[in-house]
């Protein structure tokens, strides 16, 4: 062996033996050694606290300190779909896995966009919920979309969508850019229109807005519109009421009498994901109990296993009863695929204008 190849990088053979065998020392020894890297996986996400939370209740504690490296695409879900639908015949995508609602999660699949679910890499998913076990992705977190409201700057609290959606709040009226489904899907329920009809909630909308409703980029926003008392009533998923609250923002929710329209977050594989076992140790290190009841402390969101422990006192609050969840309605997924362009077109064009 040349002098060349026995002192590659200025350390010589006996040098590279004797660091071996002090690491296989330390490990025998029950002492920390350095984390070998195991892949790196590229996250799309929101932004945000969301993002910040997957960081800290799933990525530092369940794959970084396991030697994966996670790298966070966030952007708004619309420039994430568009993103993978402009990388579908490449060999290779530029992300691993994708953040997505419900909606979303089914819209990708039924496009060709992502790949069916290896649930035998997913060893946590036995206590996955069956409601949130899908083909084309699983579900995280579950809450759903609920009247919100000041408490002290409201002399009748909003018990529906219809409710929380009257244009005589006027500028007290907030709404969410990134909500937009949900919110068409809301106000077409309060107009009396249905999920498949959605032009008296188009109208509603429109007197709300043309009455001085405002409208905030982002939940982060929307939520610092509450704290500053521009606005004191909206629609948002009960979960977010709880961060707020726990935020010490004075904030307050109803379960809506229409029926309260589900609200799933999930991942999904992209078809062309350059590291399908690191998406795959993502998805079951979100599973974990420990990452669940964390989300549920953190954010307010109903956990996807059943193995998680969430005390008494905060399932009361994050939680909905028996008739409450009998009255869930589960958007209507296939509808809003075939609809989503041209509600995001209505939206942008005509609600925003």
Same mark, same amino acid.
């Given at each position: 062996?040349?002098?060349? !190849? &026995? ?5 010589? &053979? ?16 029950? $002492?920390?050694?350095? =984390? /070998? ?14 993002? &910040? ?25 619309? *420039? ?51 409601? $949130?076990?899908?083909?084309?992705? #699983?579900?995280?977190?579950? +809450? ?19 409710? =929380? ?15 937009? %489904? ?11 229109? +249905? ?47 709880? %961060? ?17 329209? +589900? ?10 994901? /350059? ?15 420990? #990452?669940? *009841? #964390? @989300? ?12 998680? *422990? ?12 028996? +008739? ?10 296939? @509808? !809003? ?13 005509? @609600?925003? #204008?």
């Amino acid at each position: 062996m040349s002098d060349k !190849i &026995r002192k590659a990088g200025g350390m010589d &053979r006996r040098h590279v033996l004797q660091a071996m065998a002090g690491v296989a020392g330390m490990a025998a020894l029950g $002492m920390p050694t350095v =984390a /070998r890297a195991a892949g790196t996986i590229v996250v799309g996400t929101w932004g945000g606290d969301y993002a &910040r939370l997957l960081n800290k209740n799933i990525e530092k504690p369940f794959l970084i300190s396991k030697g994966w490296e996670v790298i966070q695409d966030q952007k708004g879900d619309p *420039e994430r779909r568009a993103k993978m639908m402009a990388e579908r015949r490449l060999p290779r995508g530029s992300t691993d896995l994708q953040a997505l609602t419900g909606p979303n999660m089914y819209q990708v699949y039924q496009q060709g966009l992502t790949q069916a679910l290896d649930y035998s890499k997913l060893p946590n998913a036995k206590h996955l919920l069956p409601s $949130m076990k899908y083909e084309y992705g #699983a579900g995280q977190i579950y +809450s759903a979309m609920v009247p919100v409201f000041n408490p002290d700057k409201t002399k009748t609290p909003p018990k529906s969508y219809a409710d =929380a959606l009257n244009p005589e709040l006027g500028a007290a009226l907030g709404f969410i850019d990134i909500q937009y %489904q949900y919110t068409l899907l809301a106000a077409a329920l309060a107009a009396g229109g +249905s999920q498949t009809d959605l032009e008296p909630g188009k109208k509603l909308l429109l007197e709300c807005r043309k009455a001085g409703a405002r409208i905030y980029p982002t939940n982060e926003s929307f939520a610092q519109g509450l704290k500053s008392e521009e606005i004191t009533a909206g629609i948002m998923w009960k979960a977010r009421t709880v %961060q707020w609250q726990n935020a010490g923002i004075n904030v307050a929710s109803n379960a809506p009498a229409e029926g309260g329209l +589900s609200y799933v977050t999930g991942f999904a594989i992209p078809k062309n994901a /350059r590291n399908v076992d690191g998406a795959h140790a993502y998805i079951n290190a979100m599973m974990e109990p420990a #990452a669940q *009841e #964390a @989300f549920a402390h953190d954010m307010g969101y109903n956990p996807t296993v059943d193995n998680a *422990e969430i005390p008494a006192e905060l399932n009361k609050r994050i939680g909905f009863s028996k +008739s409450e969840i009998d009255k869930l309605i589960t958007p209507d997924f296939g @509808f !809003i695929l075939e609809h989503d362009m041209e509600m995001k077109e209505w939206w942008d064009k005509e @609600f925003k #204008a």
